[in-house]
């Protein structure tokens, strides 16, 4: 239990609230800088290459946006299998869905591809279904 977690914390190091706050705020601006340093370098990454980014991508139109993946899980559509990507190119995220499959050959945490298919929305996400995709050294 978290709470029970915390609290043992708290009795044992005998923190007050203001020292408590300060430390909460110290991490979460380690993860902030984090996810700041992991964005530039990414941009870094995908900026010698001539493809949208992925903040700049338009629904309904043939788009080529590259990306490292961040996220891979096989989520069944309908009862399809389906594996599930989550991109990221240093702007944003997509989601890019390969109905019909249960596993991609290469395709791995971390690694770099290229997909080339026509974005929507949904929701507050971009979603890209069943694309032609390129491994990027």
Do not use: W
């Amino acid at each position: 239990n978290r709470c029970a977690f915390r609290f043992r914390i708290r009795t044992r190091i005998k923190l007050t609230g203001e020292q408590l706050m300060g430390i909460r705020s110290f991490g979460k601006r380690l993860t902030a800088d984090n996810l700041e340093i992991d964005s530039e370098r990414l941009c870094e990454r995908f900026k010698e290459y001539d493809f949208v980014s992925i903040s700049d991508s338009e629904s309904r139109t043939r788009t080529k946006i590259a990306g490292e993946i961040k996220r891979m899980r096989i989520k069944p559509r309908s009862g399809v299998p389906a594996v599930e990507l989550v991109i990221n190119d240093g702007t944003g995220e997509a989601t890019v869905i390969f109905s019909g499959r249960r596993s991609i050959p290469g395709v791995d945490h971390g690694k770099c591809i290229m997909v080339d298919g026509v974005p929507h929305r949904d929701g507050d996400r971009t979603v890209i279904l069943n694309p032609a995709y390129t491994l990027l050294g």
